[in-house]
RNA sequence: GGCGCUAUCGUCUAGGGGUUAGGACGGAAGAUUCUCAAUCUUCAAACCCGGGUUCGAUUCCCGGUAGCGCUACCA
């Protein structure tokens, strides 16, 4: 049976990179008919916080994949400790009696003793146990076998195989001096209980996983299979975090800004994969199928966002951008017009979702993130003596003058009131006049469409007019006529 | 410092001993339309450097350089 787990250590908001090696893990569990587990890695007492659990549950939710288990690390402690003290009878760890190391003091890098604590590791085991019954504190350390063994290797799915001697691997902490399991320790045990299959995990870890595979052969299991994915980087090459870059690593971020969770996940699947058939916009069910380890390549990927964003969308890589509005132009109207009404609401407007159904069609093509409808739709939520101020030179057409503009809109103005409100005879209407003016089409549409739209650029015209109403098309076309 | 991983257009990537090095986003130009958007067409844009191996390397090998990761009683 394959087993994948996706494991978040509680420390801060979801971020771009876990939602990737989640959405990976996801992925091949569902590609593979396998089961996918979450694990909270919450050994860390210090650093994690419930703000923290709530923003990774919040963020998964969000991406509406699901999980088929739950497991909390801190809720597992005797399995840890019981792993541990298995690798210790073994002799294969031994205690540290040397203090923790406080405050981060400089790790002198030529020194020779970065591997161990000279002393600790041939201390005589009777040393040692009387030590330890006289509550002396120690950290529990693996001992690394230099004598018996002068390499470690494993294969990785997307590296290769991997090999390290262990001249290079140091005598790594197991358990704290305060009895708490380490990273490490944690991690494996509840991989091996948990019969974890398959690994996929940020390549952070690559160098890592050496000392995992010690761990897993001292408590005599196999470990899995290793897939390390490319980590995801600004575009100056740094390591994304919060405190240099912001809100733009979280991925409440892209939720709150109107991103499907559709595109979102398309969008981070590119990012170090790809289905090798040039195919870019794929639907949930398609990454499903087209996904696979062997699609995932070696070099970090940057997240393509401005640094000091000029405009919020520059917050965004523009290819993300791009799929989302490929995503809201698959949806069907009812669809979208369905998502949009919340983003609608929680701005203020209590617009019906009839309305907010005729209204959708005029911009879905013209709407990158959902939020945009704020701006794309404005003339439509406001109120008739609401619209932003226009300069009233926008009402004169091309190639016209405010004279031109008057005449226009006086005629639209009488004719108005006896058309139906509906495309065809608004065309109809409109282009008639025009010509009785001796006007081009165009120079009759756009003094009515900045009257009724409050600027130049906007859905096309009848389309506008049908569903804004003759009511509303008069008022503002009444108010537009007295700025002239 | 030590150990390791990586290197194709600005970005995401395909490819692979002989190719006009392909696609996408973004950019530019044009077509179309009542404006905008969408759509369509076209254009500019890349194999990190140096040695090998080879008839021939962007591709294979070695070295360099650069970036990144690990080097915690963080994860």
């Known amino acids: 049976m394959l087993r994948v787990r996706f494991a978040p250590s509680p420390t801060g908001f979801l971020h771009v990179g876990s939602a990737r090696t989640f959405i990976f893990n996801w992925l091949y569990a569902r590609r593979n008919r396998g089961t996918m587990v979450l694990r909270l890695d919450d050994t860390d007492v210090e650093r994690n916080t419930d703000a923290s659990v709530n923003s990774i549950f919040e963020g998964l939710r969000w991406l509406d994949l699901g999980w088929d ?48 604590n000279p002393g600790m590791r041939e201390l005589p085991r009777a040393e040692s146990d009387r030590r330890a019954a006289a509550g002396e504190t120690f950290a529990l350390r693996f001992r690394v076998p230099r004598d018996t063994a002068e390499t470690v290797s494993f294969h990785d799915a997307v590296y290769g195989d991997q090999l390290k001697s262990t001249a290079d691997i140091e005598d790594f902490a197991l358990l704290r001096s305060d009895g708490m399991p380490t990273y490490h320790l944690a991690s494996c045990a509840d991989d091996i209980d948990l019969r974890i299959s398959h690994i996929i995990r940020g390549q952070d870890h690559l160098s890592n996983t050496y000392k995992h595979v010690l761990i897993f052969q001292g408590a005599g299991a196999h470990p899995p299979q290793f897939a390390h994915l490319p980590l995801l980087v600004a575009p100056d090459g740094s390591k994304l975090s919060k405190r240099r870059h912001g809100p733009v690593v979280s991925v409440t971020t892209y939720r709150d800004a109107g991103f499907l969770p559709e595109a979102f996940i398309n969008f981070l699947c590119l990012l170090g994969w790809s289905p090798k058939d040039n195919r870019e916009n794929l639907t949930r069910q398609e990454l499903i199928e087209a996904f696979s380890l062997e699609g995932i390549n070696r070099a970090n990927a940057v997240i393509n966002f401005k640094e000091p964003a000029a405009t919020p969308d520059e917050t965004f890589d523009p290819k993300a951008l791009w799929l989302n509005a490929e995503h809201i132009r698959a949806l069907t109207v009812d669809h979208l017009s369905a998502r949009l009404l919340p983003v609608v609401h929680a701005a203020g407007f209590p617009i019906t979702a009839d309305k907010m159904h005729a209204i959708t069609p005029l911009i879905r093509e ?38 031109m503009a008057l005449k226009v809109l006086t005629r639209a103005r009488e004719v108005l009131p006896h058309t139906e409100f509906k495309h065809d005879p608004l065309d109809q209407t409109l282009r008639n006049a025009s010509q009785e ?43 537009a006529l007295g700025k002239l």
């Open 437 to 479: 003016l001796g006007v081009k089409a165009g120079q009759m549409f756009q003094p009515i469409r900045v009257a009724v739209c409050g600027r130049k650029n906007a859905p096309p015209l009848f389309e506008t007019l049908e569903v804004l109403g003759r009511e509303s098309t008069l008022a503002r076309i009444d108010q």
């Open 69 to 116: 288990e739950e497991y909390k690390q801190s809720e597992r402690l005797a399995l840890h400790r019981h792993i541990a003290d298995a690798i210790f009878q073994k002799g294969l760890a031994y205690r540290d009696f040397t203090p923790a190391h406080t405050g981060d003091t400089e790790k002198s890098g030529a020194n020779q003793t970065w591997l161990f």
């Open 366 to 403: 013209r709407i990158k993130l959902l939020r945009d409808v704020l701006t794309a739709a404005d003339f439509f939520l406001l109120a008739d003596n609401q619209l932003p101020p226009y300069d009233p030179a926008e009402l004169i057409p091309q190639k016209g003058d405010a004279a």
